[in-house]
């Protein structure tokens, strides 16, 4: 794209206004143009522009649901208002600045690269190590229908916000891997074939142990997902160009944190919370009725209150020492002394490791955390009843705190759950309807009940302050470890509310200047249904066979690309393993006075299979999950890995 090319803006006159856009990609391809201009009333919104460009250009109509919106080379949102004077721009999901002083080097270019001279412009005579990440055209793809040729790609990009995307990722790269020097990052553009470099991500540090290879694989990563630029692909199936599946949040947009340090200076805090769709960017209010998106897109919170250790209550230990980064200062907490588990250290493979005892909460696992969360934000509404689906933890910790708080439950069950699950959740007081087949019958019953208007969905995966909550297990465990991260924490892996919620806390823990980087996350799947797994192996086909590990036969989590994205930039992986090795996890762990629910115990078996890639003296943490005390034959179990 020629660096001279004309910009448009906006024109208003007494009560709408000419709104200039530029269309890139198949958009412009469709359209026909690649700038045009469409009439809007003064202070119009983003959500006002794309069905009056749909009216103009009904050929775009189909792109405009997943298209991305610009305003002034930084992503804009549905309720974002459009002013005079703003430069908008519209693309498609890309296709797969700095505080410091330090050397850097950002371009979007048709020029062919010199590595030499892009490593030398990031090396200072500290430097000791450069990790450089180069792509290149390939020249031929294996797809579920074969192999495809390809004979040339021809690159696009919105470059103004691509330059300033690039130096946003810089930024990023250095508050995760603070031992990094220099940073480069250079984008080819153009028509580019098959062996030729497409990109360069480099940092450099002191020391090859100084980030430098974490932080170019993260920058890759990230390039993929929120630079805008575009490939077209030439070959033996035709053109096409090739689009990503990444959506920018709010927290994307790299943004001045002052709006967000005056909003937190509020009293009661009840200007966070507010929801966001990552699929699609609507927005809704924080008393939103609905337990998901129009769109089938799981929300999550577009504003939260920043982590700062001054604000922890140190008369507290339990979960709600960190209440003023959970709830609106006006909520009440709904407790029974859950969260501020104890982590003991045992052995394992010859190394010494934590354990994170989850299952000492007080219904016997870490739902407790969201359920005391959710239930307490419930019943600052008056909320009489609520309602869940659940394999048995859940359920019993939404039944436990809905007693507490004066309220009815009822869960959707699976028939098959464990007898002294279902029996724990009757104890409370909860109605049980239990539901023929797999888990997943169990959460379609329940989302069927709220199409017949059964309210209120208290769910533990949808809802997003029950993710929000295990937050807290980051915070304890730094806590715990004197101020300090492990280098890797491996959890049992199901919809990934737990692991979400670790890897927002330990983010926010680093934005917070307080650990270094954050740990890596394994996450551990039953090899019987593995989805995410087998998503990250790129295979196709996935089951949802029995497994020991009931809480975490979820076959459709819905939050499966957060979870892949949080693992990825941790530099993380994910595991699956087999029934016979649950059973071991099972017997070792009890061996060191742990009785861990199958659930919880793939964490044992997860561990071997990466205890090689952790170096000597890390610290690791395992989290446990759930109590042994609710698996039926857990002692049979057991004894008959012995005898094997």
């Known amino acids: 794209m020629a660096d001279n090319q004309e910009i448009l803006f906006l024109s208003d006159d007494s009560a709408r206004m000419r709104v200039s856009i530029r269309l890139f990609a198949t958009l412009r391809d469709r359209a026909g143009v690649d700038q045009t201009e469409i009439e809007l009333p003064n202070g119009a919104h983003v959500a006002d522009l794309l069905p009056a460009l749909a009216a103009k250009y009904p050929l775009i109509e189909p792109g405009l649901s997943t298209a991305m919106v610009a305003i002034n080379q930084e ?84 470059q103004p916000m691509a330059e300033k995307t690039l130096r946003q990722i810089a930024l990023e790269i250095r508050r995760k891997f603070p031992g990094v020097q220099g940073v480069a990052i250079v984008q080819r553009i153009g028509e580019l074939h098959v062996g030729e470099t497409t990109i360069l991500v480099a940092c450099s540090a002191g020391h090859r142990n100084g980030g430098c290879f974490e932080g170019a694989r993260y920058g890759i990563d990230r390039v993929k997902e929120i630079v805008p630029v575009w490939k077209k692909e030439f070959g033996s199936a035709g053109e096409e160009w090739v689009e990503g599946h990444y959506r920018p949040t709010p927290t994307d947009t790299g943004r001045d944190d002052k709006s967000k340090s005056a909003i937190q200076a509020s009293n009661d805090g009840s200007e966070f919370f507010a929801l966001a769709c990552p699929e699609c960017g609507e927005s809704y209010d924080a008393n939103f009725d609905g337990f998901k998106c129009h769109c089938g897109g799981a929300l999550e919170f577009a504003k939260t209150p920043t982590f700062d250790r001054v604000l922890i209550d140190a008369n507290r230990f339990d979960l709600w020492r960190y209440k003023r980064f959970l709830t609106p200062d006006t909520i009440g907490p709904i407790t029974l002394g859950e969260g501020w588990t104890p982590m003991i250290e045992t052995i394992h493979s010859g190394r010494p490791i934590l354990l994170k005892l989850e299952s000492m909460n007080p219904t016997g696992s870490f739902k407790d955390r969201g359920a005391a969360v959710l239930v307490s934000v419930l019943k600052a509404q008056d909320t009489p009843a609520v309602y869940d689906d659940s394999s048995g933890n859940a359920g019993a910790a939404l039944a436990a705190y809905a007693a507490r708080a004066g309220m009815q439950a009822k869960l959707y069950v699976p028939a098959s759950a464990a007898p002294q699950k279902l029996a724990q959740i009757r104890v409370y007081g909860a109605t049980l309807e239990t539901v023929d087949g797999p888990r997943s019958e169990a959460a379609k019953a329940a989302e069927a009940a709220f199409d017949r208007g059964e309210r209120v969905y208290a769910s533990h995966i949808w809802n997003p302050f029950s993710v929000f909550a295990h937050r807290t297990i980051a915070y304890e465990i730094w806590e715990q470890l004197r101020g300090n991260a492990p280098h890797t924490i491996v959890v049992p892996l199901g919809h990934g509310s737990q692991l979400l919620g670790m890897a927002a806390g330990f983010e926010e823990l680093l934005q917070a200047g307080l650990i270094s980087q954050v740990p890596r996350l394994i996450g551990v799947q039953a090899a019987a249904c593995a989805p995410i797994y087998e998503s990250q192996q790129a295979q196709v086909a996935s089951s949802e066979l029995p497994t020991l590990a009931e809480g975490i036969r979820i076959i459709h989590p819905i939050r499966a690309k957060r979870v892949l994205q949080a693992i990825t930039r941790s530099l993380g992986a994910i595991v699956a393993v087999d029934e016979q090795e649950i059973v071991g996890g099972i017997a070792a762990l009890a061996h060191e006075g742990v009785l861990a629910e199958p659930t919880s115990a793939v964490v044992w078996a997860g561990l071997a299979r990466v205890m090689s890639d952790i170096p000597e003296g890390a610290k690791i943490v395992l989290t446990i999950t759930g109590s042994g005390q609710k698996t039926y034959g857990i002692d049979k179990l057991v004894a008959q890995h012995a005898v094997i």
């Open 75 to 158: 992503y804009a949102f549905p309720d974002d208002k459009i002013n005079p004077g703003d430069e908008v721009a519209l693309f498609p999901p890309v296709s797969g600045g700095s505080e410091t002083e330090a050397p850097d080097h950002f371009a979007v270019t048709t020029e062919q690269l010199d590595l030499d001279a892009i490593c030398s412009a990031i090396t200072i005579p500290e430097t000791g190590a450069v990790c450089v990440f180069s792509g290149a055209v390939r020249g031929s793809t294996s797809t579920q229908d074969g192999v495809r040729s390809t004979d040339h790609l021809y690159y696009e990009a919105y």
